[in-house]
Every structure is written in C-alpha cells, then in structure tokens.
C-alpha cells in the first residue's frame, strides 16, 4: 500500500490510523532517512495507542517503553546499534514477542533477528512535489 503525505499533520493522522487498528503482538519497522518525519508518524501511532506524554526518538536509549495507552509500546532506534548481538543485552525477544506494539527505527540494521513476519514502513520525499510531500508505503514482510 502506498500512502502520499502532503503535511505533518497527514502523516501523523495515518500514524494515528495505525495505531488505532494495531494488535498486541504487532512489529512494525520503519524506514527513512534522517529528518523525513519518522518521528511525527510515531507520535500519530501513540496517539492512536492512547499515549498522550510525549514521543521522542530513543536515539541514546534504545528503547523506550509507553504503558499507558491500551496497550504497551515499545519504540525502538537501533541507529547506533554497533554489533547485533547489543540487543540480546536489551532483551529484545520481551518487546519483539511481548503483548505489546513495537516500532523499531533503522531496523534494516538488526534484520537478522526481525520476527518472521512484521509490517514495514518505508518514508521518502520527493522535494518535486513539495518540500512537506512524503511517500509512505506500508507492506508486510514475510522472511523465510
């Protein structure tokens, strides 16, 4: 599925969308570049969970636990992941396994240890079409 963002306030409503429909369980990865709006999508994600404190990218953490909507989120940044096995020391089978929604940012760098089936959501510009334009598309993977 592809989605055309024309705005922040866009992008953040299917965040919203998403989380709205998500099921405890749930991965979903995403994909971007630096400053293409994964963040504001997340945050339309925790609003659609219930989550109303404030999301920021765990750049430095890891990951960040949100309890309070209904159900648990687990927003992940491996960005500055250095070797894999870094994440067996966070116990990421608890989040990628748990009765919750987890989101992991840059998540092409842990592809190895991804669950067998996740959504990803991939975020381009296209400065063509306008500096706020964004390209969002959404496909389950399936890895064998």
């Known amino acids: 599925m592809i989605i055309e963002s024309f705005s922040p306030k866009e992008t953040l409503e299917l965040g919203k969308k998403i989380g709205e429909s998500a099921q405890p369980g749930q991965v979903y990865t995403l994909i971007g570049d630096l400053g293409v709006g994964k963040t504001v999508f997340t945050q339309g994600i925790a609003l659609g969970l219930g989550i109303e404190e404030p999301i920021c990218s765990p750049t430095f953490t890891i990951v960040q636990v949100y309890e309070e909507g209904r159900m648990?989120?687990?927003?992940?940044?491996?960005?500055?992941?250095?070797?894999?096995?870094?994440?067996?020391?966070?116990?990421?089978?608890?989040?990628?396994?748990?009765?919750?929604?987890?989101?992991?940012?840059?998540?092409?760098?842990?592809?190895?240890?991804?669950?067998?089936t996740y959504q990803q959501i991939t975020i381009e510009k296209d400065l063509e079409k306008g500096f706020d334009y964004r390209k969002i598309t959404i496909e389950e993977v399936t890895r064998v």
């Open 72 to 116: 648990p989120f687990y927003h992940f940044d491996v960005y500055r992941i250095g070797d894999v096995e870094e994440m067996d020391e966070i116990g990421y089978e608890d989040y990628f396994y748990g009765e919750g929604l987890t989101m992991i940012e840059w998540a092409n760098l842990i592809e190895e240890i991804l669950p067998p």
